[in-house]
């Protein structure tokens, strides 16, 4: 097989593996909260596949999180890693920086809801570099 070939397959193999990783995120419902002008509530399922994780982001907003189902591990920056199973919570503050969310299980997919409260039109989440 030529090289140029062998390479495009690596190519497409490891870029298809990273996506394999990445989130799915699905946004729920998104409501203007009158009473707080400027502000909105969101809601969002986010589903990790096997070994999926965030890359280091703050969300700008109160996140409050609820596990579904699987396990996901969550660290934000100068806390304490904790493993979150279902029916557990979690909680990130507009000034957070969250620094390890990820899959605890690489066979078994992890899925969780977060509320959001945020400035209206303001991303979701926010990269950290």
């Known amino acids: 097989m030529p090289t140029k070939t062998i390479l495009a397959i690596l190519f497409c193999l490891i ?11 699905a946004p ?62 979690f909680y990130e503050g507009p000034s957070d920086i969250h620094v390890v969310g990820r899959n605890a299980s690489t066979t078994q997919p992890a899925k969780f809801v977060v509320v959001l409260l945020k400035n209206k039109g303001a991303p979701a989440l926010v990269p950290v570099k």
């Open 28 to 89: 729920l419902m998104s409501k203007d909260l009158n009473d707080f002008p400027g502000k909105e509530g969101m809601m969002i399922t986010v589903e990790y596949p096997p070994g999926g994780k965030d890359p280091v982001h703050r969300h700008n907003a109160h996140a409050f999180v609820y596990v579904l189902e699987g396990a996901v591990v969550m660290q934000l920056k100068g806390g304490k890693e904790v493993t979150l199973k279902p029916g557990d919570t």
């Open 15 to 25: 870029a298809e593996t990273l996506r394999a990783e990445e989130p799915n995120v």
